[in-house]
C-alpha cells in the first residue's frame, strides 16, 4: 500500500515536472495554448496539480510512521538538559532490555539548543508490551574538566499506550555534581 502511494506520489511529480517543462519551452502548434489566457491556465492547474501532490505526499508519510510505529507498540526516547552548568554533554548511549538503540555524539551546537531548553527526541521504535529495562549512559566532562561517564537505569511496564520516556541531565547545587536521571510520561 505504501509502495503504491509513493509511486503515485513520484508519477505525479514527474507529469507536474514535465508539464512546467512542456509549458515553458514548447513552440506555439495547434495542440499546444495559442493565447496567453489558456496558457496562464495550464500553468494554474499545474501549480495546483504540484500543491496536491506535496499534500498527498505529507499524508503518506503520516500514515506511514502510524504504520510503522502504531501507539500500542510505541516508545519515545527524549534528551532533555537542566543549566548545564556541571556537565558538559558528548554523547548519550542507550539500552533497552540490553540491546542498544540509540547512539548519539552531539555537537557543541545542539548542547547549545539542549541548554536553552530544547528536547531531542532520540529515538522512537516498536516495543512489546510488558515488562522492561532502559539503561541509559551520558558521556562528557564534569566539574574540574573531568571526563564523566554516568548511567541512569529505569524499569517499567509497556502497556497497550505508547510510552513516553524523558532522559534528564540536571545540575545538583547541592552535591556540586551533576544528576542524571529518566523520567516517563504517560
Keep these: 500500500m505504501i509502495q503504491l502511494l ?3 506520489t513520484i508519477s505525479l511529480m514527474c507529469v507536474c515536472s514535465f508539464g512546467t517543462a512542456w509549458s515553458a519551452d514548447a513552440p506555439a502548434t495547434p495542440s499546444t495554448p495559442s493565447t496567453p489566457t489558456e496558457s496562464a491556465v495550464l500553468d494554474t492547474r499545474i501549480q495546483d496539480l504540484k500543491s496536491d ?3 498527498l505526499n505529507r499524508d503518506l508519510l503520516v500514515l506511514e510512521e502510524e504504520l510503522l510505529f502504531p501507539a500500542n507498540t510505541q516508545v519515545a526516547l527524549f534528551v532533555s538538559m537542566d543549566v548545564g552548568k556541571m556537565f558538559e554533554l558528548e554523547s548519550v ?3 533497552i532490555d540490553d540491546k542498544l538503540v540509540a547512539n548519539y555524539l552531539y555537537t557543541p551546537l545542539e548542547v547549545q539548543a539542549l541548554h536553552r ?4 527526541r532520540l529515538y522512537l521504535g516498536n516495543l512489546r508490551a510488558g515488562n522492561h529495562e532502559l539503561v541509559a549512559f551520558f558521556t562528557g ?3 574540574h ?5 554516568r548511567g541512569a537505569t529505569i524499569r517499567f511496564d509497556k ?6 520516556a524523558e532522559l534528564r541531565i540536571l545540575d545538583s547545587s547541592a552535591k556540586l555534581q551533576p544528576e542524571f536521571d529518566i523520567k516517563l510520561w504517560q
Excluded at 117 to 120: D, L, T
Excluded at 145 to 149: E, I, Q, T
Excluded at 159 to 164: F, I, N, R, S, V
Design 6 to 8: 509513493r509511486h503515485l
Design 53 to 55: 501532490v506535496i499534500a
Design 93 to 95: 548511549q542507550v539500552k
Design 117 to 120: 531548553g530544547g528536547v531531542q
Design 141 to 143: 566532562r564534569g566539574p
Design 145 to 149: 574538566v573531568r571526563d564523566y561517564k
Design 159 to 164: 502497556d497497550t499506550q505508547a510510552k513516553y
